[in-house]
Each structure stands twice: as C-alpha cells, then as structure tokens.
C-alpha cells in the first residue's frame, strides 16, 4: 500500500489517527487544516454589505440549513456561492423559489476573501465527518477577520473557546444566534478569532510543527 512508503504520516482529523495506525506501519500525527493569510486577510475600508453569506458545496444537510435561514431573514441581504450536487431538493427551489439568494458559480480563493470581508455574518456548516478537525473556511474565515458561526464538534471545543468563535449545537439555535446578532454586532469575537488564527494556525506555523516533528 502506498502509505508503507511513508515513514511520517500527517492528517487533518485526529479520529483517523487510530484507524490508520491499526493498518499500516507508520508513524501518524495531527496536523490540522491552516490558512493562507497571504490570501485570506483584512480588505481596508470594504463595505459589509452582505448580511450573510455562505462559500461551499450545496449538499442537502447545508441546503436545508440555508433555506431556513432564509425562511428567517429573507429581509436580509443574503448570497449564497457554491455548486449544488445531485440532492433531493427540486430544481425549482434553487432557480425559481430562491434564485436571488444563489450564485452558482466558481470562487479563486481571492474571490472568496474579498465575499468574506464583504459579510457582516459567515456561515459555516462543518460535514459530518469532521469531529475532530475542521474544513479549510474555519480558519479562512477567521483570517479574514470576519465574523463565523459554525457547528461545534470536538476540536472547536478543545481549541477555541466562546471569545474567540460563535458555535451552535442543533439547528434552532442558530436561527435565534443570527437574531441576537442583528441586535448586538459581537466585535470583540471578531478581533480576538482574528488574532488567534494569526498567532497560532498558519501554515508557517504548520510548518514549523511538521519540521520539528520529522526532525525528532
């Protein structure tokens, strides 16, 4: 197998550490998604003109989601960018129904930070399998000082805490956290997620770690 090439082996979530262990002879570590910040950063003086926005594949859990979301804020400024996948949602939901709030196209990563920083609210929707790491947009976002709200799972937990990221645990509750944010804009979570990232989770800190681990 090609992994028996390999003397070092890094993964992205920590629960496939054990398994993969148990199958091959190699040595594997934890080595969670980063971002950019040569990409993903602050745009000076941009208008948040988008109230709230979602970058990512359309499967039916996050379609679900979004459209709730816009059942309760369709007063809202909302974009949606991503590509939809074969669902069980009708054809007609996404180009009849909802169109204005879709965009059905294909982000750069440039692109995807300057819809970032044009969001007062991103939304991130963890897939299933992530329980003990996070897709590339958790750190992105925060990146780009923008203001996430995000499933929790185990790794948001242990990692981050109530200062630094907005999570829910079931869907209802986010619904009332977009409402409590209209209100009241949290900005310190903003500015303390920001830092964070940039002190501890980019991929020059990455590196440093994978070094001095092959090193050892």
């Given amino acids: 197998n090609v992994l028996d090439q390999y003397e070092k082996i890094f993964v992205f979530e920590e629960s496939d550490i054990d398994k993969i262990r148990s199958r091959y002879n190699a040595q594997v570590?934890?080595?969670?998604?980063?971002a950019d910040t040569n990409i993903y950063k602050p745009i000076a003086?941009?208008?948040?003109e988008i109230d709230i926005s979602f970058v990512g594949s359309l499967t039916d859990d996050r379609l679900k989601n979004l459209f709730e979301v816009i059942d309760n804020f369709g007063d809202k400024r909302?974009?949606?960018?991503?590509?939809?996948?074969i669902t069980s949602f009708r054809p007609v939901d996404f180009y009849i129904k909802k169109r204005k709030y879709f965009r059905h196209i294909h982000l750069n990563p440039d692109q995807v930070n300057l819809i970032y920083n044009r969001s007062k609210i991103c939304l991130n929707?963890?897939?299933p399998?992530?329980?003990?790491?996070?897709?590339?947009?958790?750190?992105?976002?925060?990146?780009?000082?923008?203001l996430q709200i995000v499933n929790k799972n185990e790794y948001i937990d242990s990692h981050f805490n109530e200062n630094e990221i907005i999570t829910y645990s079931k869907f209802p509750e986010l619904i009332n956290i977009l409402t409590d944010i209209f209100k009241h804009f949290p900005n310190e979570i903003v500015e303390?997620?920001?830092r964070v990232v940039q002190k501890e989770h980019t991929f020059k800190e990455r590196i440093k770690k994978m070094i001095k681990i092959i090193e050892y």
Avoid: C, T, W
């Fill in 129 to 146: 399998q992530s329980r003990m790491g996070v897709n590339p947009r958790f750190f992105e976002i925060l990146a780009s000082k923008s």
């Fill in 125 to 127: 929707f963890q897939h």
């Fill in 29 to 34: 570590y934890f080595l969670p998604i980063a």
């Fill in 78 to 85: 909302i974009e949606i960018f991503g590509k939809r996948y």
């Fill in 192 to 194: 303390n997620g920001f």
């Fill in 45 to 48: 003086n941009i208008d948040k």
